[in-house]
């Protein structure tokens, strides 16, 4: 795989990011939870999964809502690049947003850009990066469309989640599929979400 195929992808999906909504707030959302219900939520389907063990390699940082395009810019290439230049690590697969808190009273996330790698031996050198490893329990959605509507299918996750009695401590990962540049039509653009229950 080019290491530098998916960079395009992350920087193009950052518009997705202001769409997701707080992950405890449901005084904020109760009126977009409302529309989404008379407009079908079950066109969203929630796929309870194991997920397999991966290693992603991360930057995280406290980012203001305004400053979440210029991150994703800075960082994710470089990660590509660091991992380009490795002798151990490999990507393995297309690059993620993973989002640890989401404040909307003052407008700020606690995220990171992430790359799924695999490595030959232990990886000990990472720079300014972190090694976040995912494994076990998860909720997924395999969201078709533009990246304009993906706030409706992280409503759908978390009211499924509140329904069926599952913590609402989650970190949220969006994974972008598809690369814009290669395929015009949103329609065909796949976004996997996946929230991750947190003790």
């Not at 929630?46 to 395009?69: C, H, N, S």
């Not at 690369?179 to 015009?184: F, L, M």
Request: glycine letters at 6%.
């Amino acid at each position: 795989m080019n290491a530098l195929k998916f960079i395009g992808i992350a920087i193009v999906a950052v518009i997705s990011v202001p769409a997701i909504l707080s992950f405890s707030d449901y005084n904020f959302k109760e009126t977009n939870v409302n529309l989404l219900k008379a407009a079908g939520q079950s066109k969203y389907k929630v796929e309870e999964i194991d997920y397999p063990a991966q290693k992603f390699l991360t930057y995280r940082e406290e980012v203001p809502f305004d400053g979440m395009q210029s991150f994703y810019s800075k960082h994710l290439g470089a990660i590509y690049q660091f991992i380009g230049k490795s002798e151990k690590m490999q990507p393995a697969g297309q690059p993620c947003g993973i989002y640890y808190t989401w404040n909307e009273s003052e407008r700020t996330t606690d995220m990171a850009g992430a790359v799924p790698f695999t490595a030959k031996g232990e990886v000990t050198e990472t720079g300014d990066y972190t090694v976040e490893e995912f494994s076990g329990e998860a909720y997924k959605i395999a969201y078709r469309g533009s990246y304009d509507n993906l706030g409706e299918a992280h409503i759908a996750m978390e009211e499924y989640l509140k329904s069926n009695d599952i913590s609402l401590n989650n970190v949220a990962m969006e994974q972008y599929i598809t690369d814009p540049s290669t395929q015009p039509d949103t329609a065909k653009w796949l976004t996997n979400i996946y929230y991750f229950p947190q003790d």
